[in-house]
């Protein structure tokens, strides 16, 4: 298995990954620490919208879309 | 010092908060939870119509009070706003923490969602690092037993060490219990014991560092631990909000500084610096949130999504997804443009009914001539009209749009759109306040509030008018009904006439999404905000209710606005075409001085007052044309709309004259009731001015380039 980790907004549709690092710092990283990707949280990448961006993940249960913006700065190991 | 917690409390409340108490005995019930939890259902199935909506003081955020009576006591349900956490990233989060912990409520009840328990753990621990007085509410059970989803309620409540009451607020179950439980909370026959959470050593010596230094302030509003939490992590909205409540500043105090700044030192020489410990704080709470939730849910987790996902591959798929958007979207004008001329003719037979008793009753009074026809012709007639042409559509597209809404649609709007806005540097939300200003304008700029960032917020604002709302419907139905579909024969005529509307529509969203760029490159510079757009499971929505409530709300609005808005204008109207200055009225003279002007813009006079005077209600532009151009000084029923397209002829009228009217009806001034509604929101007349430049200019700027262009076409 890869250690090395990919931003999520590179994770193929129908791929899960566990969340290692956060690009992002104050409030911007408080609220995506809010949104349950604290260390080692499985993510699912849903679905891309018509335009292809945003992107629906499964984040402990419910369903967050993200921008790419934010996606990028969000590093996971797939598995 | 004199100041019990008890008076001083009070006296917050009222003051802060807006909450007035009718009696000293009231309990106070705070309400809180994540958004899409039913909160509002567990609300008004508490409170029924014994309740009244505002704005927390100060601020552009709904505010919900609410009364109920339960075994002879007397309670107030103060409805704060969804939240997902308290850490006091948005004024959202910021107004349910300061409640909570300042306006010390007897019980805070926290509403939380059966299908989706683990995120809302998160808000209920927070909330009990705060307050011990809580009962947890896990609502939507219905929903959960669709999804196969099962709660161990009594071993969730063990857990936490607070009341949980399961309950299904949509049909009722498990309120009674609900309020018996907050009775025993309040009163102190149940007394809870929350659970707390444990963080790392070195966090907890640097709380028992500060403990001591902040023992005599709290007394017992909320727990010490918590707010040691908060000194020690610098968080500045709670400093400020202490200062604004309790009119205590910490800053001052140098035994407490000294004591806080030794404990950061301990901390940052484990962990690397004060971020870690904010991502400790959080991750605590949330693994937490995952360790309860795997004892007390259990589910087929593949089999609960499967459905949702399936629904939602179509919906948003990258073929489908915005095809079917569209087509809902036409689907709701039809059903409301078609579904509303029964009603509408109803109305208008019977208002014309009353107005033959009014007549009646005028004459066997024996008022003058004028003063007859000034309240029937000016006043009535335009009353009369307004309520018969706005009523049935309000009644019907805003019952639809929040049954859409209660569904779940809504969000995967936001969803197939956030692209073309993130491109207009805007934020996706803002195609969902545009679908609600389909309806309303001004219902629509309070819709912006969904939108966190202030700047965004003001782009949606600014630009909410270039989608035409109900009251400007009539007025696109009729034109291109009359002079576009004209050119059509047959079968085809309709269909032409829903494409011209169509199309006006597309080039509002076009023009729409132009500006917003526009403004984001000049007058609002900015970076877009973050967008995390929570996708939640579609619901079942409570259709009775749902047309109940709505149907109630708008028509009331209609009715107020008609009385309030149209009824003086139709005065004005009125007067205006029946004084005369020389041979003319003094209606005609102010068409023929804003004509030249108007032709420039492929319109003439008259229609540029029609629009002038229609600022106070859009809906009132085709009826003030009409009494114009007949000059008999009021408002005619015309038997039937070749009548009507004969009259426009009569006075110059070509296929240009309306595609520049439907043009300008897209692309004008707010209407006065939005006017106000902006400055409420924005709190300044500056971008209310902004408001009612920007489209005003768009539309002479459009109407220009079209009108002369054609003329410059022809002419070559």
Request: hydrophobic share 45%; aromatic share 8%; net charge neutral.
């Amino acid at each position: 298995m890869s250690t090395t980790f990919i931003p999520l907004n590179q994770l193929p549709v129908g791929s899960t990954g566990k969340v290692k690092t956060l690009a992002a710092d104050g409030i911007e990283r408080r609220r995506m620490l809010d949104l349950g990707l604290i260390r080692d949280t499985t993510v699912e990448s849903l679905r891309k919208s018509p335009a292809g961006d945003p992107v629906a993940y499964e984040i402990r249960g419910a369903v967050i879309a993200l921008r790419s913006e934010e996606s990028s700065k969000i590093f996971v190991e797939s598995i | 010092m004199g100041l019990t917690i008890q008076s001083t409390s009070i006296g917050v409340l009222k003051e802060k908060f807006k909450v007035e108490l009718e009696s000293s005995d009231e309990i106070v019930i705070a309400l809180a939870g994540n958004p899409n939890t039913g909160k509002s259902t567990v609300f008004n199935r508490l409170t029924g119509l014994n309740q009244h909506t505002g704005n927390w003081p100060g601020k552009t955020v709904t505010n919900a009070q609410g009364r109920f009576k339960h075994n002879e006591k007397n309670y107030i349900l103060i409805d704060l706003p969804g939240t997902y956490s308290l850490f006091a990233n948005s004024m959202e989060e910021q107004i349910a923490r300061d409640f909570i912990c300042f306006g010390n409520p007897e019980v805070t009840v926290v509403v939380a969602d059966a299908t989706s328990l683990e995120r809302n753990l998160n808000l209920v621990l927070q909330i009990l690092e705060i307050t011990d007085k809580v009962v947890v509410c896990v609502n939507l059970l219905d929903e959960a037993k669709r999804k196969k989803i099962t709660i161990d309620l009594k071993k969730l409540s063990d857990r936490i060490g607070v009341p949980v009451v399961g309950t299904s607020a949509r049909s009722g179950k498990g309120l009674q219990e609900l309020k018996d439980t907050v009775e025993k909370v309040a009163v102190g026959k149940i007394i809870t014991n929350p659970f707390k959470i444990h963080y790392d050593t070195v966090i907890e010596h640097a709380i028992e560092k500060i403990e001591p230094e902040i023992e005599d302030f709290v007394k017992s509003r909320f727990h010490k631990r918590w707010m040691a939490l908060r000194l020690i992590d610098g968080d500045n909205a709670f400093q400020d909000s202490m200062n604004a409540y309790l009119d205590m500043d910490f800053s001052k105090n140098a035994a407490l500084q000294m004591k806080l700044k030794e404990a950061r030192a301990m901390i940052c020489q484990e962990l690397s610096d004060l971020e870690e410990l904010q991502d400790r704080i959080v991750s605590n709470i949330v693994s937490i949130a995952e360790d309860i939730r795997n004892e007390v849910v259990f589910s087929n987790r593949t089999a609960r999504y499967k459905k949702v996902r399936d629904i939602d591959s179509i919906l948003t798929s990258r073929l489908y997804g915005i095809p079917i958007m569209i087509a809902l979207l036409g689907l709701i004008f039809w059903i409301t443009i078609v579904g509303a001329n029964v009603p509408s003719a109803l109305l208008a037979d019977g208002l014309f009914w009353v107005e033959g008793q009014l007549s009646a009753f005028f004459f066997w009074l024996g008022v003058p001539v004028w003063v007859h026809d000034m309240i029937v012709y000016g006043v009535y007639r335009t009353l009369a009209w307004v309520v018969s042409v706005m009523l049935p559509p309000m009644a019907i597209f805003f019952p639809l749009f929040t049954l859409l809404e209660d569904l779940g649609y809504l969000p995967r709007v936001a969803f197939n759109l956030d692209y073309y806005f993130k491109k207009a540097c805007a934020h996706g939300k803002q195609a969902l306040t545009m679908c609600m200003g389909f309806g309303c304008n001004a219902a629509g700029i309070i819709s912006c509030r969904i939108i966190d960032s202030p700047r965004e917020r003001l782009i949606a604002i600014l630009t909410n008018n270039f989608v035409p709302c109900n009251g400007r419907f009539p007025t696109l139905i009729a034109l291109s009904s009359l002079f576009i579909a004209g050119s059509f024969s047959g079968a085809f005529q309709s269909f032409a006439a829903a494409i011209a509307i169509l199309a006006v529509i597309v080039l509002g969203v076009m023009i729409t999404l132009l500006i917003s760029r526009l403004l984001s490159k000049t007058v609002l510079k900015g970076l877009p905000s973050s967008f995390a757009l929570e996708l939640p499971p579609y619901r079942r929505p409570q259709i009775g209710r749902v047309i109940v409530r709505s149907l109630i709300d708008r028509t009331l609005f209609v009715l107020g606005r008609a009385v309030a808005v149209a009824a003086p204008a139709g005065l004005i109207i009125w007067v205006m075409a029946n004084i005369s200055i020389g041979d003319e009225s003094l209606l005609t003279h102010c068409a023929q001085f804003l004509d030249p002007f108007a032709t420039l813009l492929g319109l003439d006079g008259y229609i540029l007052m029609a629009f002038l005077l229609g600022l106070p209600a859009n809906e009132i532009v085709i009826p003030i044309l009409i009494m114009s151009y007949l000059s008999g000084g009021s408002m005619l029923e015309l038997d039937s709309l070749t009548e009507l397209r004969q009259l426009f002829l009569d006075h110059g009228w070509t296929q240009l004259t309306a595609v520049c009217m439907m043009l300008f009806s897209l692309n004008h001034w707010p209407c006065a009731t939005t006017l106000w509604t902006i400055h409420k929101e924005t709190q300044s007349w500056k971008w209310t001015g902004a408001a009612f430049l920007i489209p005003t200019v768009t539309g002479v700027v459009l109407c220009f380039v079209v009108a002369q262009g054609a003329a410059l076409l022809r002419l070559v």
